[in-house]
Protein backbone atom coordinates (compact mmCIF):
# COMPACT_ATOMS: atom_id res chain seq x y z
CA UNK A 1 0.00 0.00 0.00
CA UNK A 2 2.78 2.44 0.89
CA UNK A 3 4.86 1.05 -2.19
CA UNK A 4 2.27 2.35 -4.47
CA UNK A 5 2.18 5.98 -3.09
CA UNK A 6 6.11 5.63 -2.42
CA UNK A 7 6.39 5.18 -6.42
CA UNK A 8 3.79 8.12 -7.42
CA UNK A 9 5.74 10.57 -5.08
CA UNK A 10 8.74 9.81 -6.60
CA UNK A 11 7.64 9.36 -10.01
CA UNK A 12 6.40 13.07 -9.59
CA UNK A 13 9.47 14.29 -7.97
CA UNK A 14 11.70 12.01 -10.14
CA UNK A 15 9.63 12.99 -12.95
CA UNK A 16 10.14 9.56 -14.56
CA UNK A 17 6.80 8.28 -14.82
Known amino acids: M ?3 K ?3 LHC ?3 SWC
Open 12 to 14: VLS
Open 2 to 4: LDG
Open 6 to 8: LRF
